[in-house]
């Protein structure tokens, strides 16, 4: 079980780490969901036409860079509401993406390809004399190691960089940054290409594990990866342990429905649901404890 | 702070948006059409080619009045209420389920009890977002996303599952009695008197936001809060009753498409009226009396969008897409800035 919640776990904390760059830099990133969708899909198609998983990796990171580049202008250059372009930017991915499906493969389902491998477990070698262990520790593929490697960078990224700071100074005080002659705006775009690229990592991660493409294959993942930001106390850790919570729910609420029925199509739900509860359980918490602070002063 | 800039476009952004949704649409059917000039020519004259096609259309605007009205008056109290997909869906089973079991009542009276039910559930929903906004400070715009999207499979499971009709090959609800029918406007098509309830409901709004104490103190709420609260209104109010209003507007939309187009809940039959809602409270600047052509101009090119896709050679959302260009570019500042370069967007540069 825990070998499946770290599984599970990987898009979520890779779009999750993402999203911190943007909430620091003061935007709420509402498109993440339809950047990771843009990112699962367009690993697909990548590694289809080239074979390479690589390649795959990067155009997977391409179209939600290029995605995420566009909601940076509309925000920024022109001004637009960030909720309602991150809005834009989910549905033009739900729109876009079984137009060019439908285009290029004459079909807007599911995408299987033979030419998709599997991503290359790192220590399939290695050997530990208890199985279950093994599994946990050595039995993931790459990307799970990878995503956990990436709670480290990010972190020296924000904690110990200029760029970082600045971009934590950007979102409590706008006007830290024009008092030192540096632009709040550059720095803002900078954070939402940021997130574009970890949700194209996100989502190359969460469909090249399948070896296929689903429509919403997301699932509501994106909005999860954005609350995890708030539960994990805006912290490359906290963000960790946020995301292993709900990876660890989801596989229960997988396990769950072997054991006591529970209908296939009110599970869809489940993830939302946890997610809601958890995001009040955690505002009720920072509530109180802004109130005592504010009485012990 | 980028974070909460007003939503509301200027006129020329809206035209902008519609004109760009419109290029948009050109550009994928040249692309998706053989014959790309009959697609254009059926999406612009199919919503008017009989009266059926015409009908339709206008009662969808009419149900998209209902959501815009309450996407917008949330916008105007600066709350954000992205939970309207749920809040319909589940209103509208609501509904179903109370006129099901009713025993045989006059159908007024059925009829009201219908509405109260819907807006009653769609209230629920909404206002609980409202109420931890206001007890605890929780982002109501990610809440009441995540309460509708965790209600919306929990609703499909109960029509397709126990609360089937087993003698319907469609997976929908058994069907309400005839006197709970809303009246038609324009047989054969299902356009009722929902319309014109719509239209009310939007004349009534108006009124209440711009000539009463209450509409002042909400719309000065959403305009600066720690100044009405410096000015001694109550900010508490104004998040969780715009947020109330909201779904219940919202719930409304649920009961009377039951009520007066489709007589039974059906899986899936509502979605898109929430997303929708939102385009037509940008397109209507969160105005009540404006969201009226909004919601008119939003279902033609929708209905335009549905009659050219006969013409093209796959079938694709072609709606999502409309509505995502529209979402880009209605509260973008395109020609504003560059005409008359402000002070502030010079130090911004």
């Known amino acids: 079980m825990i070998y499946n919640a770290l599984e599970i776990m990987t898009p979520l904390l890779i779009a999750g780490l993402g999203g911190l760059f943007t909430e620091l830099a003061g935007v709420l990133n509402i498109a993440l969901e339809g950047l990771m969708l843009a990112g699962a899909f367009g690993a697909i198609v990548g590694t289809a036409a080239t074979g390479s998983l690589l390649a795959g990796i990067i155009c997977g990171v391409g179209a939600a860079t290029l995605l995420a580049a566009l909601y940076a202008y509309f925000t920024t250059r022109l001004r637009a509401n960030i909720f309602i372009a991150g809005l834009a930017v989910n549905l033009f991915s739900a729109g876009v993406i079984p137009f060019i499906s439908t285009g290029l493969y004459g079909t807007k389902g599911v995408l299987k390809f033979n030419a998709v491998g599997q991503i290359p477990h790192l220590f399939g070698h290695v050997q530990v004399h208890i199985p279950i262990l093994q599994d946990i520790f050595f039995g993931h593929n790459v990307t799970v190691y990878l995503a956990l490697l990436l709670v480290l960078f990010v972190y020296l990224i924000l904690y110990r960089t200029p760029f970082g700071l600045r971009l934590r100074a950007l979102g409590k005080n706008e006007e830290l940054l024009t008092s030192r002659g540096l632009s709040p705006e550059r720095y803002r775009i900078y954070a939402i290409l940021i997130s574009g690229v970890a949700c194209g990592l996100a989502g190359s991660a969460l469909s090249l594990r399948l070896g296929v493409y689903l429509p919403n294959i997301t699932a509501g993942r994106g909005w999860i990866a954005l609350v995890t930001i708030y539960l994990g106390y805006r912290h490359p850790l906290g963000i960790l342990a946020a995301a292993f919570f709900f990876a660890v729910m989801e596989s229960l609420a997988g396990a769950a429905q072997g054991l006591i029925h529970i209908p296939g199509t009110v599970l869809l739900g489940v993830p939302y649901a946890v997610t809601v509860i958890a995001m009040v359980i955690y505002s009720i918490v920072r509530h109180n404890r802004l109130r005592r602070q504010r009485l012990y002063r | ?349």
Not at chain 2, 22 to 42: E, R, W, Y
């Open chain 2, 1 to 349: 702070m980028v974070r909460r800039r007003s939503p509301y476009g200027n006129l020329t952004a809206t035209f902008i948006a519609i004109g760009a949704a419109l290029v948009i649409t050109f550009i994928l059917l040249s692309v998706g059409s053989k014959n790309p000039g009959k697609a254009i020519g059926a999406f612009f004259l199919g919503p008017f080619s009989n009266t059926y096609y015409l009908g339709n259309m206008l009662n969808s605007a009419s149900a998209l009045i209902l959501t815009g009205l309450g996407v917008g008056l949330a916008f105007r109290a600066g709350v954000f209420n992205l939970g309207g997909e749920g809040q319909v869906y589940v209103s509208a089973l609501a509904t179903t389920m109370i006129l099901l079991r009713l025993p045989a009542l006059p159908g007024v009276v059925g009829v009201v009890i219908g509405v109260l039910a819907g807006c009653a559930a769609g209230a629920l929903l909404a206002g609980l977002s409202g109420l931890f906004k206001q007890l605890w400070g929780t982002d109501e715009l990610i809440t009441s996303f995540l309460i509708s999207a965790a209600l919306v499979p929990t609703v499909d499971y109960l029509i397709i599952g126990p609360l089937r009709n087993q003698k319907s090959n469609l997976l929908t609800t058994k069907e309400i009695a005839s006197q709970y029918h809303l009246l038609r406007l324009l047989p054969p098509s299902h356009l009722n008197l929902t319309l014109i309830i719509a239209v009310l409901s939007a004349l009534l709004l108006f009124f209440i936001l711009y000539y009463t104490v209450w509409g002042y103190e909400l719309r000065l709420t959403g305009l600066n809060r720690e100044f009405s609260r410096y000015g001694g209104i109550s900010i508490g109010v104004y998040t969780v009753m715009p947020m109330v209003l909201s779904g219940a507007l919202h719930g409304a939309a649920g009961a009377f498409t039951v009520m007066g187009t489709y007589h039974a809940s059906i899986s899936g039959f509502t979605s898109g009226y929430g997303w929708n809602g939102i385009a037509v409270a940008l397109i209507g600047r969160n105005n009540p009396l404006g969201v009226i052509p909004a919601a008119l101009i939003f279902t033609y090119l929708a209905a335009g969008a549905n009659a050219a896709l006969l013409h093209t050679d796959f079938t694709f959302e072609l709606g999502a897409i409309i509505q995502a260009v529209i979402f880009f570019f209605i509260t973008a500042q395109i020609w504003v800035p560059r005409l008359f370069p402000s002070r502030k967007a010079e130090v911004d540069a």
